[in-house]
Nanobody, 126 residues
Framework: QVQLVESGGGLVQTGGSLRLSCADS????????MGWFRQAPGKAREFVAA??????????TDSVKGRFTISRDSDNAKNMLYLQMNELNAEDTAVYYC?????????????????WGQGTQVTVSS
């Protein structure tokens, strides 16, 4: 079964950190580009970060550069994707979605997605 399952969301204070995880238990996307999107209340879903299948190329939207780090681990039984989020602020409050694409990672950033996760809520309180 092809699915992506996120975890790690929660409530954190401004300036705090969270680490999101996304499990591709079937290793369906271990050789595909993956990434994170987010959707705040009343807003459209937006791109956050992408990583190529080798894990060596990463790309971020400007608002998270220097604060968020995307990484992946495809060497174990599961293909795992991570998003380390530091210096969180209220504008980071959103549902965060894991995504994968068989296209180049640059296509993921523009919304060419083969599979979405179900999302995990991140709430940053002041």
């Amino acid at each position: 079964q092809v699915q992506l399952v996120e975890s790690g969301g929660g409530l954190v204070q401004t300036g705090g950190s969270l680490r999101l995880s996304c499990a591709d238990s079937g290793r369906s996307f271990s050789r595909d580009a993956m990434g994170w999107f987010r959707q705040a209340p009343g807003k459209a879903r937006e791109f956050v970060a992408a990583i190529d299948w080798t894990g060596t190329v990463t790309y971020y939207t400007d608002s998270v550069k220097g604060r968020f780090t995307i990484s992946r681990d495809s060497d174990n039984a599961k293909n795992m994707l991570y998003l380390q989020m530091n210096e969180l602020n209220a504008e980071d409050t959103a549902v965060y979605y894991c995504a994968a694409t068989s296209q180049p990672w640059s296509k993921l950033a523009t919304g060419t997605i083969d599979c979405w996760g179900q999302g995990t809520q991140v709430t940053v309180s002041s």
